[in-house]
C-alpha cells in the first residue's frame, strides 16, 4: 500500500511539474495530403473543441476556414486545409487542456511556410486506347509540369485482337511489347 501511495504521489509530482507546451509547429502529412500540424507534450483531451483555441491565417485570404483534426497520436493536431508555398500564421490560445487536466498556460503564435508541390505527372486513367481517329487529346494530370513528353504506338491492324487481349490482363506494358505491336 506504501508502494502505490509513493507511486501515485510520485506521478502527480511529474504530471504537476510538467504542463502542457508546445514542442513544434509544422508542414507535415494528414490522410496523404499537406497539413499544419502542432505537436504538443501531453496528449490532448479529445472532448474539447479545438477551433475555439487555435486560428490560421495568411495575408492572402486572412483567416482561415478550415477544421482541427487529430490524427493517430493524440500529442498531434492537424489542419489539413492548406496551399503550397503559402505562409501561414497559427495562433493558439491558452487554455487549451490536455488529457490529464493540465492547460496550456499563455498565447502562442508561429509562422509555418508550406512547401512548393512538386512535379508530377499522370495519365487520368489507368491507360487507354486511342481509336486511330481521335482528335479530342490524351487526358493527362500535371502539377508544376509546363510539357511532357509522350511516344505514341499504333498497333497493326492484324494485331489489334491480341493486344486487347493483352492489355486487359495487365495494362502496364514494356516498351518492347509495344514495339512488337506497332
Known amino acids: 500500500v506504501f508502494i502505490n501511495i509513493f507511486i501515485l504521489l510520485l506521478f502527480t509530482v511529474q504530471v504537476l511539474a510538467n504542463p502542457l507546451t508546445v514542442m513544434e509547429v509544422t508542414e507535415r502529412t494528414y490522410d496523404n495530403g499537406p497539413a499544419l500540424a502542432i505537436v504538443?507534450?501531453?496528449?490532448?483531451?479529445?472532448?474539447?473543441?479545438?477551433?475555439?483555441?487555435?486560428?490560421?491565417?495568411?495575408?492572402?485570404?486572412?483567416?482561415v476556414e478550415g477544421a482541427w483534426v487529430v490524427g493517430d497520436n493524440p500529442h498531434i493536431l492537424f489542419f489539413p486545409q492548406i496551399l503550397p508555398e503559402t505562409?501561414?500564421?497559427?495562433?493558439?490560445?491558452?487554455?487549451?487542456?490536455?488529457?490529464?487536466?493540465?492547460?496550456?498556460?499563455?498565447?502562442?503564435?508561429?509562422?509555418?511556410?508550406?512547401?512548393?508541390?512538386?512535379?508530377?505527372?499522370?495519365?487520368a486513367s489507368q491507360g487507354l486506347i486511342l481509336p486511330a481517329e481521335l482528335?479530342?487529346?490524351?487526358?493527362?494530370?500535371?502539377?508544376?509540369?509546363?510539357?511532357?513528353?509522350?511516344?505514341?504506338?499504333?498497333?497493326?491492324?492484324?494485331?489489334?485482337a491480341n493486344f486487347i487481349k493483352d492489355f486487359q490482363r495487365s495494362s502496364a506494358k514494356s516498351h518492347w511489347e509495344l514495339e512488337n505491336l506497332s
Open 87 to 123: 505562409e501561414y500564421t497559427v495562433n493558439i490560445l491558452g487554455g487549451l487542456m490536455a488529457a490529464n487536466g493540465q492547460k496550456l498556460p499563455t498565447f502562442l503564435s508561429k509562422q509555418v511556410k508550406t512547401q512548393p508541390l512538386e512535379s508530377a505527372f499522370g495519365f
Open 40 to 63: 504538443f507534450s501531453e496528449s490532448l483531451d479529445p472532448t474539447q473543441h479545438y477551433d475555439a483555441f487555435l486560428s490560421v491565417s495568411n495575408n492572402k485570404q486572412g483567416h
Open 135 to 160: 482528335t479530342g487529346g490524351l487526358p493527362i494530370i500535371s502539377v508544376n509540369v509546363e510539357a511532357v513528353d509522350l511516344e505514341f504506338f499504333r498497333v497493326q491492324s492484324d494485331k489489334v
